[in-house]
C-alpha cells in the first residue's frame, strides 16, 4: 500500500520547491539530504510531503519523549490510512545499576515498564516485519539501544491460513514458546484461551482479538471477535500472530546461550582468584548462578539483558541488533532538530560505558554486559543509508555530509519575516531594557530577556520584581515540569517578562514573544555561537512585530553572521509577500500548552489530565522544603504520599505526559530520601 497524505492544506511558498529538490535529490541516489527552515515555515509537512512522494519505510528520530510524541501525533493526522507507529523507551521510571567505587555503594536497577508503550513497541517491530512499506516510526534515541535478533523474532511469529493443516497441541505450544499465556478468564494483550476445538488469542498489542476454529488438524475458520461478548466482528482467511515481547529467542538458543555463560563464569572466577580477589570472584559466582538457574527454569531473570550477546549468538564486542535492523535496506531515516539529536547520538555509548565498566571491574557482571549497549556514533552511521537532517540551524557535520546538498526553506505560510535584529551598545543598556518592556507590554505583548549566566537571570528577576515588572525566570535549575508551566502561564498572561538563559530555544512556540532581549551577545562560545543566536531570534519570528535586540559593546562574527544571514532571508520573505499580496498574520497557538501532548489521543478543551498539586509553586521546585514545613510527619504518612506520587506517575505515564511523568517521579524520590532520613 502507498502513503496517502490527508490534508486540508497543500504546500506554499517555497515547500514545493523544497519538496521537488529533496524527493528528485533522494531518487538520484544521493544518501545525505539537510532540510534548512526557518522557525515556522511548516518542515513536518514537507517531510510529509517527501515520505508521501518516495514511498519508503521511514524512520523520524528526535531527541526526546516530548517532540517524538508531538511529531507521532502530526503524522498521524497526515497519514491516518497508514501505520504510523511510536518507539520510545517504555519506562515510566528508570534507575539503572551502578557501583560507586570511591563509596562502595551498590545501587540496584529499579524501573517501571508503561505496558501501553511496551504494547505500541511491538506494534512498530510488527509493521516492519510484516512485509508492509507504509510504514513511519517516529522514535527517539531509544531506537539505537539492544533488542531482540529480528531473525527469532520473525521465527517465533505464528502464521495461521483457513484450510492449513496445523497440529492444535503444536500450536498452544508455539503461543507459550512466543511469549502467551494461557488463561481461563478475560483475555488481556498476550493470552489465549481454548475451548473444545476452538482457540480465542488476544494479540500481543492492540485490542484485537482472534477466534481460531479447527476441525480435527485443519483450520477450519478464523474470525475477529469482541473480546468481552464473542461476538464476530470479521472473517480473515489468514492472519500472524507476533510474539509478546521483542526479546524472545528459541529454546535452542537458550540451551546454547547457558553452556557459554557457564564457560565464561568459570574464566571469570579464576581471573579474580588470581588477582587475590576472593570477595568479587565470590559474588560473581553467586549472582550469575543464580540468574542462570532462573533462565533454565522460567526463560528468563532481572537483567537478563546484560546476557543479550549469548543469546543473539553474537562475538565479543560485536554491535548489539536495534530497530534500524528491522527496517529493508532502502529506508529513508529523517532526524529531526539535527543539531540536537546527533550529538546525543554521539554521547550514548560513552555514559553506558563508563557505567558498566564499573560493575564488571567488581564482580557484579560478566565482562559480556558491556555488550548490552547502545550503538556507537560509527555503528549508527554504518546503519544509515539515506538520510534527511532537519534543522533551522545544522551543524557542520549535517552540512559537511550532504556535501552541498542542503536545501533552504524561508517562507513562512502566515507570510511573516524574520525579525529584524538591532545592536545596542552594553552602556545604560538595563534602562534601556525597561523602556522596551514598558511599551511592549503596554501594547499585551511580552517580552523574553537571555542572560548568559544563571546568577544574572534571578539578579535581573528580583530587579523586575522591586519594579513592578511581572517576571519569572528559566535555567536549568528549574524541573522540567516546572519550566512548562512557567511557559503556560506566560501564555495566559500571568507575567510580561521571561527572563532565561540557554533553555529558551529548540521547540519554544510563544507567538505572543515580540521581542527577544539577548544580554552579553559579543561574549563568543556555545551560548552565544551562530546557531544559539539564530534559535533565540528564532523565538520572536511568530510575532508580527517580532524584533531582535543584541546588547554588546563589540560585533563578533557569530553575530555578524547570524544578522548577515537574517538580512538574506527577511530580504527574500518580503519580496515573497510583495509578490504575492501577503498579509503576515500571527501564528496561532499550538495546542492546549507544552504539556498537552497528542499523540493521537482525543481530550476535551477543558481538561486538566495532571493538575498539580497546591503545593505546587511557578518557580523553583523545592519538594523537600515544602514537605519539611509539615513537623509531624510520620513514615506511615510519607508511605501514603510516596504511593500517591508513584500513582500518578504512572496515570501520567501511561497517557504519554512524560513531563508530568518526571514530576511526579521526582517528587517521589524525594519523598523517599525524607522517609528514609527518618530514624
Known amino acids: 500500500m ?54 519508503r519505510p521511514t524512520i523520524v528520530l528526535s531527541h ?36 560507586l567505587p570511591t563509596t562502595d555503594t551498590y545501587i540496584e536497577k529499579d524501573l517501571s515498564i508503561n505496558a501501553d508503550i511496551e504494547k505500541m513497541r511491538l506494534s512498530a517491530t510488527s509493521a516492519l516485519l510484516s512485509g508492509r512499506r507504509d510504514v513511519i516510526v517516529v522514535s527517539s534515541v531509544s531506537c539505537l539501544y539492544g533488542i531482540g535478533n529480528p531473525d527469532d523474532f520473525h521465527a517465533t511469529s505464528i502464521r495461521l491460513k483457513v484450510g492449513d493443516t496445523q497440529n492444535y497441541k503444536l500450536l498452544l505450544y ?7 499465556t494461557r488463561t481461563e478468564l478475560e483475555l488481556t494483550p498476550a493470552t489465549f484461551r481454548t475451548r473444545g476445538d476452538v482457540v480465542d488469542i488476544m494479540a500481543a498489542f492492540g485490542d484485537t482479538c482472534y477466534r481460531v476454529t479447527f476441525f480435527d488438524d485443519e483450520i477450519e475458520s478464523i474470525h475477529v471477535i469482541d473480546a468481552q461478548s464473542g461476538q464476530v466482528i470479521e472473517s480473515l482467511e489468514e492472519v500472524t500472530l507476533y510474539p509478546a515481547n521483542m526479546f524472545v529467542t528459541t ?108 560493575l564488571v571491574e567488581y564482580g557484579f557482571r560478566l565482562p559480556a554486559a558491556k555488550d ?31 556535501e552541498g546538498m542542503v536545501v533552504e526553506q524561508l517562507i513562512r505560510p502566515t507570510g511573516l519575516i524574520d525579525p529584524p535584529i538591532e545592536v545596542r551598545e552594553t552602556l545604560n543598556q538595563i534602562d534601556d531594557l525597561l523602556e522596551e518592556i514598558n511599551s511592549r507590554v503596554h501594547a499585551k505583548e511580552k517580552v523574553m530577556v537571555c542572560t548568559i549566566t544563571k546568577r544574572l537571570a534571578e539578579e535581573l528577576s528580583r ?29 495566559a498572561d500571568v507575567f510580561d517578562v521571561l527572563v532565561g538563559v540557554n533553555l529558551l530555544r529548540e521547540g519554544l512556540d510563544l507567538p505572543e514573544v515580540s521581542l527577544v532581549v539577548i544580554m552579553d551577545a559579543d561574549k563568543e562560545g556555545f551560548l552565544r555561537n551562530v546557531r544559539s543566536l539564530t534559535q533565540m531570534a528564532g523565538r520572536a519570528a511568530r510575532h508580527p512585530n517580532g524584533r531582535v535586540i543584541l546588547y554588546a559593546d563589540n560585533c563578533s562574527d557569530s ?34 500548552g507544552q504539556s498537552m501532548l497528542l499523540a493521537g489521543m482525543e481530550r476535551p478543551e477543558n481538561m486538566n489530565v495532571y493538575p498539580l498539586q497546591d503545593d505546587h509553586h511557578a518557580l523553583v521546585a523545592d519538594i523537600q522544603g515544602s514537605y519539611n514545613s509539615v513537623p509531624q510527619m510520620d513514615r506511615e504518612q510519607l508511605n501514603m504520599m510516596i504511593d500517591k506520587a508513584r500513582e500518578d506517575m504512572e496515570r501520567a505515564a501511561k497517557s504519554q505526559d512524560f513531563l508530568a511523568a518526571i514530576r511526579f517521579r521526582d517528587r517521589m524520590y524525594e519523598l523517599q530520601k525524607l522517609r528514609d532520613g527518618i530514624e
Do not use: W
Open 2 to 55: 502507498d502513503f496517502k497524505l490527508v490534508s486540508e492544506f497543500a504546500p506554499m511558498g517555497d515547500q514545493p520547491e523544497a519538496i521537488a529538490q529533496l524527493v528528485e535529490s533522494i531518487e538520484r541516489g544521493v544518501n545525505y539530504n539537510t532540510l534548512m527552515g526557518v522557525t515556522g515555515s511548516g518542515k513536518t509537512f514537507t517531510m510529509a510531503n517527501v515520505i508521501a512522494k518516495l514511498n
Open 64 to 99: 526526546n519523549k516530548t517532540l517524538a510524541a508531538q511529531l507521532y501525533g502530526e503524522f498521524k493526522n497526515f497519514f491516518p490510512e497508514n501505520a504510523v507507529e511510536y518507539f520510545v523507551s517504555y519506562y515510566d521510571y528508570y534507575q539503572p545499576e551502578a557501583y
Open 174 to 180: 508455539r503461543l507459550v514458546e512466543a511469549l502467551y
Open 251 to 358: 529454546k535452542e538458543r537458550i540451551d546454547k546461550a547457558v553452556g557459554h555463560i557457564y564457560v565464561d563464569l568459570g574464566k571469570r572466577i579464576s581471573f579474580f582468584e588470581k588477582e587475590g580477589r576472593e570477595m568479587e570472584a565470590q559474588r560473581i559466582k553467586q549472582r550469575v548462578e543464580c540468574d542462570l538457574e532462573m533462565i533454565k527454569e522460567l526463560g528468563y531473570c532481572s537483567g537478563i539483558e546484560n546476557y543479550s550477546r549469548y543469546f543473539d549468538g553474537r562475538n565479543e564486542g560485536e554491535r548489539p541488533f536495534c530497530l534500524l535492523d528491522y527496517f529493508p535496506e532502502d529506508y529513508l531515516m529523517i532526524v529531526d532538530e539535527s543539531h540536537v539529536t546527533l550529538p546525543q547520538v554521539h554521547a550514548m555509548y560513552g555514559g553506558d560505558r563508563a557505567r558498566k565498566e564499573n
Open 372 to 402: 548490552n549497549r547502545p550503538l556507537m556514533f560509527g555503528e549508527f552511521e554504518s546503519m544509515v543509508g539515506t538520510a534527511l537532517y532537519v534543522s533551522a540551524t545544522p551543524a557542520d557535520y549535517e552540512l559537511t555530509k550532504s
Open 463 to 491: 530587579y523586575f520584581d522591586r519594579l513592578g515588572i511581572r517576571n519569572r525566570y528559566i535555567h536549568s535549575d528549574v524541573e522540567t515540569l516546572e519550566r512548562v508551566q512557567i511557559l503556560e502561564d506566560m501564555r
Open 559 to 592: 553575530m555578524r553572521i547570524t544578522i548577515e544571514q537574517s538580512n538574506r532571508r527577511r530580504e527574500k520573505q518580503i519580496k515573497y509577500n510583495i509578490e504575492h499580496g501577503m498579509v503576515p498574520n500571527q501564528a496561532k497557538k499550538s495546542g492546549k
